[in-house]
T-cell receptor
Protein backbone atom coordinates (compact mmCIF):
# COMPACT_ATOMS: atom_id res chain seq x y z
CA UNK A 1 0.00 0.00 0.00
CA UNK A 2 1.16 3.52 -0.73
CA UNK A 3 2.03 5.67 2.24
CA UNK A 4 1.64 9.06 0.72
CA UNK A 5 0.25 11.14 -2.04
CA UNK A 6 2.16 13.50 -4.27
CA UNK A 7 0.48 16.59 -5.55
CA UNK A 8 0.09 17.43 -8.35
CA UNK A 9 0.03 14.15 -10.26
CA UNK A 10 1.43 15.96 -13.30
CA UNK A 11 3.12 19.33 -13.78
CA UNK A 12 4.18 21.02 -17.01
CA UNK A 13 6.38 24.14 -16.93
CA UNK A 14 8.77 26.11 -19.12
CA UNK A 15 12.53 25.93 -18.81
CA UNK A 16 13.80 28.40 -16.24
CA UNK A 17 10.65 28.29 -14.12
CA UNK A 18 10.49 26.77 -10.66
CA UNK A 19 8.68 23.51 -9.99
CA UNK A 20 7.06 22.68 -6.66
CA UNK A 21 5.81 19.23 -5.73
CA UNK A 22 4.09 18.28 -2.51
CA UNK A 23 3.91 15.05 -0.60
CA UNK A 24 1.62 14.04 2.25
CA UNK A 25 1.99 10.94 4.38
CA UNK A 26 0.07 9.19 7.11
CA UNK A 27 2.29 7.70 9.81
CA UNK A 28 5.24 8.89 11.88
CA UNK A 29 8.60 8.82 10.14
CA UNK A 30 12.35 8.79 10.78
CA UNK A 31 13.10 10.54 7.53
CA UNK A 32 11.64 11.43 4.18
CA UNK A 33 13.48 11.05 0.89
CA UNK A 34 12.89 12.28 -2.64
CA UNK A 35 13.78 10.22 -5.69
CA UNK A 36 13.71 10.92 -9.42
CA UNK A 37 12.86 8.34 -12.07
CA UNK A 38 13.45 8.85 -15.76
CA UNK A 39 11.25 6.85 -18.10
CA UNK A 40 12.30 3.20 -18.19
CA UNK A 41 15.02 3.67 -15.59
CA UNK A 42 15.51 3.06 -11.91
CA UNK A 43 15.12 5.61 -9.16
CA UNK A 44 17.86 8.08 -8.32
CA UNK A 45 18.15 9.41 -4.80
CA UNK A 46 17.95 13.22 -4.64
CA UNK A 47 17.79 14.30 -1.03
CA UNK A 48 17.00 13.02 2.47
CA UNK A 49 15.52 15.09 5.28
CA UNK A 50 15.38 13.82 8.82
CA UNK A 51 12.28 14.13 10.97
CA UNK A 52 13.93 16.73 13.18
CA UNK A 53 14.87 18.93 10.22
CA UNK A 54 12.57 21.50 8.65
CA UNK A 55 14.44 22.48 5.51
CA UNK A 56 17.32 21.20 3.42
CA UNK A 57 19.07 22.38 0.28
CA UNK A 58 21.09 20.59 -2.35
CA UNK A 59 22.07 22.53 -5.44
CA UNK A 60 18.84 23.61 -7.17
CA UNK A 61 16.74 21.49 -4.81
CA UNK A 62 15.01 22.70 -1.68
CA UNK A 63 13.05 20.34 0.53
CA UNK A 64 10.83 21.27 3.44
CA UNK A 65 9.26 18.99 6.02
CA UNK A 66 6.33 19.74 8.32
CA UNK A 67 5.85 16.78 10.62
CA UNK A 68 2.83 18.39 12.31
CA UNK A 69 1.03 18.41 8.96
CA UNK A 70 2.72 15.22 7.76
CA UNK A 71 3.75 16.92 4.56
CA UNK A 72 6.84 17.77 2.54
CA UNK A 73 7.58 19.82 -0.52
CA UNK A 74 10.28 19.65 -3.16
CA UNK A 75 11.22 22.82 -5.01
CA UNK A 76 13.36 22.66 -8.13
CA UNK A 77 14.61 26.10 -9.10
CA UNK A 78 15.58 27.27 -12.60
CA UNK A 79 14.31 24.06 -14.15
CA UNK A 80 15.93 22.49 -17.20
CA UNK A 81 14.58 20.13 -19.85
CA UNK A 82 16.77 17.42 -18.29
CA UNK A 83 14.71 17.68 -15.10
CA UNK A 84 11.80 16.04 -16.94
CA UNK A 85 11.06 12.88 -14.95
CA UNK A 86 8.77 11.41 -12.30
CA UNK A 87 9.48 12.48 -8.74
CA UNK A 88 8.62 10.31 -5.76
CA UNK A 89 8.67 10.96 -2.06
CA UNK A 90 9.43 8.02 0.19
CA UNK A 91 9.10 7.76 3.94
CA UNK A 92 11.17 5.60 6.27
CA UNK A 93 9.55 4.77 9.58
CA UNK A 94 10.88 2.91 12.59
CA UNK A 95 11.82 0.01 10.35
CA UNK A 96 14.09 0.11 7.34
CA UNK A 97 11.43 0.06 4.67
CA UNK A 98 10.79 2.87 2.24
CA UNK A 99 7.16 3.55 1.42
CA UNK A 100 6.66 5.50 -1.78
CA UNK A 101 3.93 7.77 -3.03
CA UNK A 102 2.46 7.59 -6.51
CA UNK A 103 4.73 10.28 -7.89
CA UNK A 104 4.54 13.55 -9.77
CA UNK A 105 5.29 13.56 -13.48
CA UNK A 106 7.23 16.75 -14.25
CA UNK A 107 7.60 17.94 -17.83
CA UNK A 108 9.96 20.85 -18.50
CA UNK A 109 9.44 22.32 -21.94
CA UNK A 110 12.45 23.87 -23.72
CA UNK B 1 32.01 2.45 -10.17
CA UNK B 2 29.36 -0.03 -11.20
CA UNK B 3 25.85 0.54 -10.01
CA UNK B 4 23.13 -1.99 -9.29
CA UNK B 5 22.71 -4.30 -12.25
CA UNK B 6 19.54 -6.21 -13.03
CA UNK B 7 18.92 -8.87 -15.65
CA UNK B 8 17.14 -9.45 -17.84
CA UNK B 9 15.91 -5.94 -18.63
CA UNK B 10 12.78 -7.36 -20.24
CA UNK B 11 11.10 -10.70 -19.73
CA UNK B 12 8.03 -12.02 -21.48
CA UNK B 13 6.52 -15.23 -20.16
CA UNK B 14 3.33 -17.16 -20.66
CA UNK B 15 0.95 -17.47 -17.78
CA UNK B 16 1.90 -20.44 -15.64
CA UNK B 17 5.62 -20.32 -16.40
CA UNK B 18 8.27 -19.76 -13.75
CA UNK B 19 10.62 -16.78 -14.03
CA UNK B 20 13.84 -15.78 -12.28
CA UNK B 21 15.06 -12.21 -12.02
CA UNK B 22 18.62 -11.40 -11.04
CA UNK B 23 20.11 -8.50 -9.10
CA UNK B 24 23.80 -7.66 -8.72
CA UNK B 25 24.08 -5.03 -5.97
CA UNK B 26 26.88 -2.56 -5.56
CA UNK B 27 29.93 -4.35 -4.22
CA UNK B 28 30.08 -4.20 -0.44
CA UNK B 29 26.48 -3.17 0.04
CA UNK B 30 25.00 -5.06 2.95
CA UNK B 31 21.34 -4.28 2.44
CA UNK B 32 19.33 -5.40 -0.58
CA UNK B 33 15.71 -4.69 -1.38
CA UNK B 34 13.21 -5.83 -3.98
CA UNK B 35 10.31 -3.64 -5.06
CA UNK B 36 7.42 -4.09 -7.46
CA UNK B 37 6.32 -1.10 -9.53
CA UNK B 38 3.02 -1.22 -11.37
CA UNK B 39 2.45 1.13 -14.31
CA UNK B 40 1.89 4.68 -13.12
CA UNK B 41 2.52 3.82 -9.47
CA UNK B 42 5.34 4.16 -7.01
CA UNK B 43 7.47 1.16 -6.05
CA UNK B 44 6.05 -1.17 -3.42
CA UNK B 45 8.29 -3.06 -1.02
CA UNK B 46 8.57 -6.82 -1.49
CA UNK B 47 11.45 -8.09 0.61
CA UNK B 48 14.69 -7.10 2.38
CA UNK B 49 18.02 -8.85 2.92
CA UNK B 50 20.85 -7.97 5.23
CA UNK B 51 23.79 -9.94 3.86
CA UNK B 52 22.36 -13.43 3.21
CA UNK B 53 19.61 -13.16 5.80
CA UNK B 54 16.11 -12.39 4.57
CA UNK B 55 14.88 -10.20 7.39
CA UNK B 56 11.55 -9.17 5.97
CA UNK B 57 9.40 -10.77 3.29
CA UNK B 58 6.15 -9.19 4.34
CA UNK B 59 5.61 -7.51 0.96
CA UNK B 60 5.70 -10.66 -1.14
CA UNK B 61 2.20 -10.92 -2.66
CA UNK B 62 1.87 -14.69 -2.42
CA UNK B 63 3.77 -17.90 -1.80
CA UNK B 64 4.49 -18.00 -5.54
CA UNK B 65 7.14 -15.33 -4.90
CA UNK B 66 10.48 -16.39 -3.49
CA UNK B 67 13.73 -14.47 -3.07
CA UNK B 68 17.20 -15.57 -2.08
CA UNK B 69 20.66 -14.14 -1.58
CA UNK B 70 22.72 -17.20 -0.64
CA UNK B 71 26.18 -15.64 -0.48
CA UNK B 72 25.19 -12.17 0.58
CA UNK B 73 25.79 -10.56 -2.80
CA UNK B 74 23.74 -11.53 -5.88
CA UNK B 75 20.02 -11.98 -5.30
CA UNK B 76 17.37 -13.78 -7.30
CA UNK B 77 13.64 -13.14 -7.22
CA UNK B 78 11.69 -16.13 -8.45
CA UNK B 79 8.03 -16.15 -9.39
CA UNK B 80 6.38 -19.51 -9.85
CA UNK B 81 3.26 -20.20 -11.91
CA UNK B 82 3.12 -16.60 -13.11
CA UNK B 83 -0.21 -14.80 -13.39
CA UNK B 84 -1.14 -11.76 -15.47
CA UNK B 85 -1.28 -9.59 -12.36
CA UNK B 86 2.44 -10.26 -11.87
CA UNK B 87 3.16 -8.01 -14.85
CA UNK B 88 5.16 -5.07 -13.50
CA UNK B 89 8.65 -3.65 -13.24
CA UNK B 90 10.71 -5.35 -10.55
CA UNK B 91 13.31 -3.06 -9.02
CA UNK B 92 16.28 -4.03 -6.91
CA UNK B 93 18.06 -1.58 -4.61
CA UNK B 94 21.05 -1.82 -2.34
CA UNK B 95 22.50 0.31 0.41
CA UNK B 96 25.77 0.31 2.27
CA UNK B 97 24.65 -0.42 5.80
CA UNK B 98 21.44 -0.68 7.76
CA UNK B 99 19.05 1.52 5.91
CA UNK B 100 18.30 4.35 8.29
CA UNK B 101 19.60 7.57 6.76
CA UNK B 102 21.26 5.69 3.95
CA UNK B 103 19.97 6.30 0.42
CA UNK B 104 19.06 3.28 -1.60
CA UNK B 105 20.71 2.78 -5.00
CA UNK B 106 18.38 1.35 -7.60
CA UNK B 107 18.92 -0.74 -10.68
CA UNK B 108 17.01 -0.04 -13.88
CA UNK B 109 14.62 -2.90 -13.19
CA UNK B 110 13.25 -5.89 -15.03
CA UNK B 111 10.04 -5.28 -16.95
CA UNK B 112 8.01 -8.48 -16.70
CA UNK B 113 5.11 -9.08 -19.03
CA UNK B 114 2.88 -12.12 -18.54
CA UNK B 115 0.83 -13.12 -21.56
Amino acid sequence: SQQGEEDPQALSIQEGENATMNCSYKTSINNLQWYRQNSGRGLVHLILIRSNEREKHSGRLRVTLDTSKKSSSLLITASRAADTASYFCATEGSNYKLTFGKGTLLTVNP
Amino acid sequence: GAGVSQSPRYKVAKRGQDVALRCDPISGHVSLFWYQQALGQGPEFLTYFQNEAQLDKSGLPSDRFFAERPEGSVSTLKIQRTQQEDSAVYLCASSLLRVAYQPQHFGDGTRLSIL
